[in-house]
């Protein structure tokens, strides 16, 4: 009972924090779910408790994501990106109130589809799961091959494999003379906020502040509120239509049943099929737009549960991410040897904890979007400094590799995400292939160095 309690408590304040961050444009995934999820695992929540927050925390965060993609016309944060040409057509029309309510029905509908199927194809994948654990080496350097040739910046992502690697297990191997043991959260937090920490070193260059500088404020024009239903707490199959609803049923399902692709990728994809199907542009942006959104959950969730519940180690780029925390947050969860959710909870924990977090965040987030999203908006817009947030979650970072290693683990942190960084931004080297490439790194190595 006591785990229940504590698993409820940190559903709610998953579904309160991750609602209002999913306010905030331009909030990656990664950058602010992994200090998050980290700080809680290290405080010692139960495992249970830790699921449960993870999974309100998905859907809060890609509930709200929607409110300034539709309402102001810009990504709400990387999953909402697909989603700015159908939000931006309907805001042409005056109709932005539209998109929003069609992206955030789709999102709860998609959400609840995604958690039961993706526990019956992790059952189904389980019985390989020694396979890929005994493996997981060179299934990590293949992976990070594939990811990386299909990322933006392909060959150059392709060649930087073993660079990145050498510098990963240089850092690693630096460390641990110093403070003989091997750091790890260190590592994953320095590529989480790699981009993040980049921007903030170009605008303090002289030579490269040009790039972010801009000579004039953003003007935002805001629809006004159009409420069409009655009630605090509207029904999410009542603002879709029938041909909507199965849209979202129909993606959440094919996108539930994978794993290894790029999520962002997998929006795109399940969006142009349900836009292909559907006549009149007003109907394909909307229809898009829920199905996209549906997909956004779905994904997440998918990709989460399938690897930690089959294999116990990260094989997607959620799990590769967002999810890391769920794997591998020594000294309470490890891949190497596996100990982490996938070990410490039965399959049915994850089925009753993740419809906790799930029913809790709609609660708290699918109301507060649908009936507050002006308001907390022109709130957020004018009262919040992103800056501040920024600094905020480097802040986290810090703390939380101090408390791994002190000086030595930040200094490893901050020379990864100045790397990951800079090559995410001028080279397109994603994030997943650097985490890719920092689990398969000692594999490469000792492949290449013959250790």
Do not use: C
């Not at 779910?33 to 965060?61: C, D, E, N, Q, R």
């Not at 109709?95 to 309510?101: E, K, N, S």
């Not at 399959?347 to 809790?360: C, S």
């Not at 986290?396 to 101090?402: A, H, K, T």
């Amino acid at each position: 009972m006591g785990e229940f309690i504590i698993a409820l408590v940190l559903a709610v304040v998953a579904g309160v924090v991750f609602s209002l961050l999913g306010l905030i444009s331009g909030t990656d995934e990664t950058a602010v779910m992994v200090p998050i999820t980290l700080i809680v695992v290290l405080l010692g929540a139960p495992p249970v408790a830790v699921f449960a927050f993870f999974m309100a925390a998905v859907m809060a965060k890609h509930l709200t994501h929607a409110i300034p993609t539709a309402l102001m016309g810009v990504p709400g944060d990387t999953m909402a990106t697909p989603m700015m040409e159908h939000a931006n057509f309907l805001r042409r029309l005056g109709m932005p109130h539209i998109a929003l309510r069609k992206m955030i029905s789709g999102g709860i509908i998609g959400a609840f589809i995604a958690l039961p199927v993706a526990l019956v194809f992790a059952w189904v994948l389980s019985p390989f799961g020694s396979f890929f654990q005994q493996n997981s080496g060179i299934i990590f350097t293949i992976a990070g091959i594939i990811i990386a040739y299909l990322s933006k910046g392909r060959w150059a992502s392709v060649l930087l494999i073993l660079p990145m690697a050498m510098l990963y297990q240089g850092l690693d191997a630096l460390s641990f003379t110093n403070l003989e043991k091997h750091l790890s959260i260190s590592f994953f937090l320095g590529i989480a906020i790699g981009p993040m920490l980049v921007d903030l070193l170009i605008a303090l260059s002289r030579s490269a502040r040009s790039q972010v500088t801009r000579q004039e404020m953003n003007t935002y024009n805001l629809a006004p509120d159009r409420k069409a239903w009655s009630g605090y707490f509207p029904n999410p199959f009542k603002v879709l239509t029938k041909k909507q609803t199965g849209a979202v049923a129909g993606t959440a399902l094919i996108s539930s049943a994978t794993f290894g692709l790029s999520p962002v990728g997998m929006t795109s994809m399940m969006g142009e099929l349900v836009g292909s199907r559907t006549k009149g542009q007003y109907n394909k942006a909307t229809s898009s737009l829920a199905a996209m959104n549906g997909v956004t959950e779905s994904t997440y969730i998918a990709e989460t549960i399938i690897p930690l519940v089959a294999f116990g180690i990260p094989l997607s780029p959620v799990a590769l991410g967002p999810a890391q925390p769920l794997f591998n947050a020594p000294p309470v969860f490890t891949s190497d040897p596996i100990n982490n959710l996938h070990t410490l909870m039965e399959p049915i924990d994850f089925l009753i904890y993740g419809l906790m977090g799930l029913a809790i965040a709609s609660v708290i987030a699918y109301p507060f979007s649908m009936n507050y999203a002006r308001k907390a908006t022109v709130f957020i817009m004018t009262r919040i400094s992103q800056e501040a947030i920024i600094g905020m979650f480097i802040g986290l970072v810090i703390v939380l590799s101090f408390y791994e290693g002190g000086i030595i683990a930040s200094l490893v942190t901050f020379s990864v995400a100045m790397a990951v960084g800079l090559l995410n931004r001028f080279l397109g080297m994603s994030v997943g292939v650097q985490f890719m490439i920092y689990y398969g790194s000692s594999w490469m190595i000792s492949t290449l160095i013959g250790q």
